[in-house]
């Protein structure tokens, strides 16, 4: 299956709709619940930094991991403090919308999809762009995955 | 009238001791009806996590700034503000907030160009009421909306301007970046790497002194004597000095602004909130490069 590029997979699209449909008062909330629901890093990688990718562009530094299966199924993990809620609240966005995505799906993601949630005005820009790196070295580990 | 002041035995050293409480102070005047507690962080969703109880959330990025200049908001704006936080122009108004109190300093100090009268910082900010276990909660204050005068924003005593530093060369400035940003080697904060500037380096005569050396690990202010070793024996300043204090974009530095006004009583300390993502992409303004001012 090939997603065409520039396409969000379903679940992200979701994600965006429900940040465009809630006034600005709820649309922090709504990252908040983000961060919360995050889930913890296995335990595998647990005291285990050098297995996970740093993404220096966040204002807290947030840690990732990104696996491929052989079936193509794209599988991330997180490691961010729970004292950066933001942080945690963009990395949970992505984890429930490209965890268990295609590859294929993840790769179409475009880079401007952390402008369409709607958070210019809430949120810095400098912390927005945090986010495109996360989703920026996502992709990168992806390709590199496959290739 | 305000709040009585915290009568806490470091503070009386300072210049201004009603300027800080303590959070046992704190604790005890919660209830209080003419104080305001306001919680000002750099991550803008940890009010949300949980906050000292009844207190009100300010934003730096939304509330504090003109949201089209590159400016703080007007009188009316501010005036608005306060109204819908309830705040009154008679509240003792307590500001705290993450990582050493740096954005609940920097409101502190946009709120001194509207001239409140009764400002103090949490000595320790949020960090330390968690620490301690105090009680912190997750409910909308409850406050009744105020009718706070629109009074105009006075820049002229604490808050410098491009020109107004072009002609103050010469004369005592504080650079209060990282190391790396003051040298000239990065030109943006580690690990802030898009908020950035043409050129790195420092203002010609500019001292290092970067702003977190004036707190302690618990994130309280340093006692006078500490300060003084850092900010007269080390960088030189003497206390009738008219100082200039600059960052990236001023908040860092409005901490500063806060110890050497506040707690040294330097009379003349201005916050150049342009700071370097100005000054480094200003075309023609001198810069220094490396460790020498």
Redesign the interface.
């Known amino acids: 299956m090939t997603a065409p590029a520039g396409s969000l997979s379903p679940r992200l699209r979701e994600i965006a709709e429900d940040f465009s449909s809630v006034p600005d008062s709820q649309r ?2 709504l ?2 619940e983000f ?1 919360e629901e995050l889930p913890e890093l296995p335990a595998r990688f647990a005291g285990h930094q050098d297995l996970l990718e740093k993404v ?6 947030l840690f990732l991991a990104v696996e491929v299966d052989a079936d193509g199924i794209t599988h991330l993990f997180f490691d961010a403090p ?6 945690r ?1 963009f990395a949970g966005i992505l984890h429930a919308g490209l965890d268990g995505a295609d590859a294929d799906e993840v790769l179409a993601t475009p880079g401007e999809f952390c402008n369409q949630l709607g958070l210019q ?7 927005l ?1 945090g986010m495109a790196a996360m989703l920026a070295r996502i992709k990168r580990q992806v390709r590199d995955q496959r290739s | 009238m305000g709040l009585p002041s915290d009568s806490a035995p470091k503070f009386q050293d300072y210049a201004h001791p009603e300027m800080l409480v303590t959070t046992e102070w704190l604790a005890d005047h919660l209830d209080d009806p003419g104080l305001v507690v306001a919680e000002s962080d750099e991550d803008v969703l940890l009010y949300e996590t949980g906050h000292i109880p009844g207190a009100v959330k300010l934003d730096w990025h939304t509330e504090l700034n003109d949201p089209v200049t590159r400016d703080y908001v007007d009188g009316a704006g501010f005036a608005r503000l306060m109204s819908e936080k309830g705040i009154s122009r008679d509240s003792t108004l307590v500001l705290y907030g993450d990582r050493n109190n740096w954005w609940a300093a920097y409101a502190l100090w946009v709120c001194t160009l509207f001239g409140h009268p009764d400002l103090r910082l949490l000595d320790g900010g949020r960090a330390k009421w968690i620490a301690e276990g105090r009680p912190v909660s997750t409910d909308p204050p409850q406050r009744t909306r105020t009718d706070y005068p629109v009074v105009e924003r006075d820049d002229t005593m604490f808050r410098a301007f491009r020109d107004q530093v072009l002609s103050h060369l010469g004369q005592p400035l504080i650079d209060v970046r990282s190391p790396g940003e003051y040298t000239g080697e990065l030109l943006h904060m580690p690990d802030y790497p898009q908020e950035g500037a043409l050129r790195g380096g420092h203002i010609p005569g500019a001292r290092s002194v970067p702003w977190s050396r004036a707190a302690a690990d618990d994130a309280t202010f340093r006692s006078r004597g500490e300060l003084e070793a850092i900010y007269q024996d080390e960088a030189g300043l003497r206390p009738d000095d008219p100082v200039v204090v600059y960052c990236r974009i001023g908040e860092r530095s409005s901490h500063t602004w806060f110890v050497l006004h506040h707690l040294l009583g330097y009379p003349q300390v201005r916050n150049y909130d342009g700071s370097w993502t100005e000054w480094g992409n200003s075309v023609k303004a001198p810069i220094r490069r490396g460790d020498s001012p």
Do not use: F, I, M, Y
């Open positions: 922090l909330q990252l908040l961060s220096p562009e966040c204002q807290t530094p729970r004292e950066a809620p933001t942080t609240g005005d809430l949120v810095s820009p400098l912390r762009r």
